[in-house]
Structures are given as structure tokens and as C-alpha cells.
């Protein structure tokens, strides 16, 4: 099946910093969703990118799908960014969503 | 707020009881697909309901099963519990008719088996 990785595993950034967010797959793909995850387990939605570049306030999203890669950009960052980010794609006939494991980003004050 | 709804959104089941756990999805979607978080882990898909028939199912034994009525909502069913089945169990929304197929997730229900 499809594999979905994220990079990197792991993120600590102080308050105001910048981070880019990668995520690879290993096919074609229909589409491409990232997800924050809060600490109740809500899956929030931050883009639906299956190509192009996307902005929405502090946050924006690449896609490359030629590529296989996308990339979120997390400009000026606050402590309520901290959380687990994942990536997720949907591949083939069906719209089940693949997702990476996660990359968890805590931003300290 | 995504407009689908999970309930309960806590549960504690002894090994061996059946469980069911229930979705709304958002208005205009037609399409309920679950998913099976464990600690630490991106969530696994487990089946996707269209059209009140399954349509996928994941690496997940028989034992995991689900429906969909005419309204969209579904329910997703557990039988024989075990120890490893203790994870958030998350279900999406979307729609499979156009070309956006986003999908919105609820707040989960997390279910301990002991």
C-alpha cells in the first residue's frame, strides 16, 4: 500500500520561530489533508491540498504532487500550535485517508 | 466545530463485552469512514460506509463491523473485545459525490477495554 512519511518526528521551537512541516508519499495520490491534533484527540482541519499552495493566516501548505512531497509552513509560532500534525492521503478508488505517524511540535514561551 | 458528532466520547468495556459506538455525520455528506487510533500512532483505517453499504475496509478482523442508515449516520460494532482494541476510535465525514472529497472528523471516543 501507499507509505506516508513525516519529517521530523519531532519539533521544539521557541514562541516566534518559524517551522516547515514535510511530508513524502510513495504514489499518486487523489488527495492530501493535514491535520492538527489537539490534546483531546480532535483531528482539526488545516488544509485540503491535493496540489498548489494554500495560505491561511500564520499557517500555509505546498503540495508538489509530481513530487510526491508537501510541505507546512508555520510562520511566527505560538504556543497554542503545539500539538501533533499529520499528513494524510487518499489513494485509488476509494476515499479512505492513509496517514503519516505524526509529527509532534511543542513551542515553548 | 466539523458537525459530526461521536458518541459516547468515553467508554470502559471488560475484555470479551461488544461495544457500539455511534457517528453523525455533516450535512450534504454521504460518506462515514472509521478509523482507529492508538497511543502514539496516526489513525488506521478500519471501513468506510456509502450508501448504507460498506465500501473498504481495512487491516482489521471481522470481529469489527459496522452499518450506516438512510440519514448518513453510522455505527461502528466490536464484538469479543480485547485488551489492544483500547485506542481513540475516530469517524470521518465526506462526501463521495464531486470532486472534493475533504474529510471532517469528530472528537472521538475513546475506549478502554481492561
Known amino acids: 500500500g501507499i507509505q506516508v512519511e513525516q519529517s521530523p518526528p519531532d519539533l521544539i521551537l521557541q514562541e516566534g520561530a518559524n517551522s516547515t512541516l514535510r511530508c513524502n508519499f510513495s504514489?499518486?495520490?487523489?488527495?492530501l489533508q493535514w491535520f492538527h491534533q489537539n490534546p483531546w484527540g480532535q483531528l482539526i482541519n488545516l488544509f485540503y491540498?491535493?496540489?498548489g499552495t494554500k495560505q491561511n493566516g500564520r499557517l500555509s501548505a505546498t503540495t508538489v504532487a509530481t513530487e510526491r512531497y508537501s510541505l507546512l509552513y508555520i510562520s511566527s509560532s505560538q504556543t497554542t500550535d503545539s500539538g501533533v500534525y499529520f499528513c494524510?492521503?487518499?489513494?485509488?478508488?476509494?476515499?479512505?485517508?492513509?496517514f503519516g505517524k505524526g509529527i509532534t511540535l511543542s513551542v515553548r514561551p | 466545530e466539523t458537525g459530526v458528532t461521536q458518541s459516547p466520547t468515553h467508554l470502559i468495556k471488560t475484555r470479551g463485552q461488544q461495544v457500539t459506538l455511534r457517528c453523525s455525520s455533516q450535512?450534504?455528506?454521504?460518506?462515514v469512514s472509521w478509523y482507529q487510533q492508538a497511543l502514539g500512532q496516526g489513525p488506521q483505517f478500519i471501513f468506510q460506509?456509502?450508501?448504507?453499504?460498506?465500501?473498504g475496509r481495512g487491516n482489521f478482523p471481522p470481529r469489527f463491523s459496522g452499518l450506516q442508515f438512510p440519514n448518513y449516520s453510522s455505527e461502528l460494532n466490536v464484538n469479543a473485545l480485547e485488551l489492544d482494541d483500547s485506542a481513540l476510535y475516530l469517524c470521518?465525514?465526506?462526501?463521495?459525490?464531486?470532486?472534493?472529497?475533504?474529510?471532517?472528523f469528530g472528537q472521538g471516543t475513546r475506549l478502554t477495554v481492561v
Open positions: 470521518a465525514s465526506s462526501s463521495r459525490t464531486g470532486v472534493n472529497t475533504e474529510a471532517f
Open positions: 504514489d499518486s495520490v487523489n488527495n
Open positions: 491540498i491535493p496540489s
Open positions: 494524510a492521503v487518499e489513494f485509488g478508488a476509494n476515499s479512505k485517508l492513509t
Open positions: 450535512s450534504g455528506h454521504n460518506t
Open positions: 460506509y456509502y450508501r448504507e453499504e460498506e465500501n
